[in-house]
């Protein structure tokens, strides 16, 4: 009982509390690519009243995403691991992956699903990930649009330009291993290079396309 209590705090900080934080500094990230000040109160930004309930929304349809996603690419895992195994896998895919160590000695089906699937879901949810965050920018900076305006507006920024997106992740992987080396004053800083490459990013498009998938 005691651990299912701490699991649901755990979850209703993570979806309702930290993610503003989390939103602040990727908007923060836009600010500097577009050369405006930037007060340390910003990283408060998402808890104003304007703010908190569409990013709110947007982040928890993310999460939403994340879990059906996971559902499917670890289904395997319900014949392999069995349906506690399964559903650990699935639950904590957005948080941190359990899993039961004496199946990888006894078992090389489940070794290959295992890595099948992990690289299947960290390559589809980096996407799904791309597209929130730029839907968290076009809701920024397009306060009139609904939640589902903003991640169909992402989308049509970002359809045709999806490989470069991949390939500027796994360009920035390198920085996350070096700011893993220099422990967390160097990871703090290699996800700031994250946050605002992927800002720049979304910059380069909107002004591409002259904004005009948005209108």
């Not at 699991?7 to 836009?30: G, H």
């Not at 700011?179 to 498009?205: E, H, M, P, S």
């Amino acid at each position: 009982f005691q651990q299912t209590r701490e699991t649901i705090i755990d979850y209703i900080l993570e979806y309702f509390v930290f993610f503003a934080l989390t939103i602040s500094l990727n908007i923060m990230a836009l600010f500097l690519i577009r050369q405006r000040e930037i007060h340390v109160s910003d990283i408060f930004l998402v808890y104003d009243k304007r703010y908190y309930v569409p990013f709110l929304l947007l982040n928890l349809v993310n999460a939403l995403v994340n879990y059906l996603i996971s559902f499917v690419t670890f289904l395997p895992h319900l014949v392999v691991g069995g349906m506690n195994q399964y559903l650990d896998l699935v639950l904590n895919v957005n948080s941190r992956i359990t899993v039961d160590w004496s199946l990888f000695r006894s078992s090389i089906s489940f070794i290959i699903s295992f890595l099948i699937s992990v690289v299947l879901f960290l390559f589809v949810s980096q996407i799904i990930s791309g597209l929130f965050q730029f839907a968290i920018y076009v809701r920024y900076d397009h306060p009139e649009m609904t939640t589902l305006q903003a991640i169909k507006g992402a989308w049509h920024l970002m359809k045709n330009h999806i490989g470069q997106y991949i390939l500027l992740q796994i360009s920035l992987l390198g920085w996350m291993v070096l700011g893993l080396f220099a422990f967390v004053i160097g990871l703090f800083w290699a996800l700031a290079y994250a946050n605002t490459a992927n800002a720049a990013f979304y910059q380069a498009l909107i002004e591409k396309e002259n904004d005009r998938v948005l209108s």
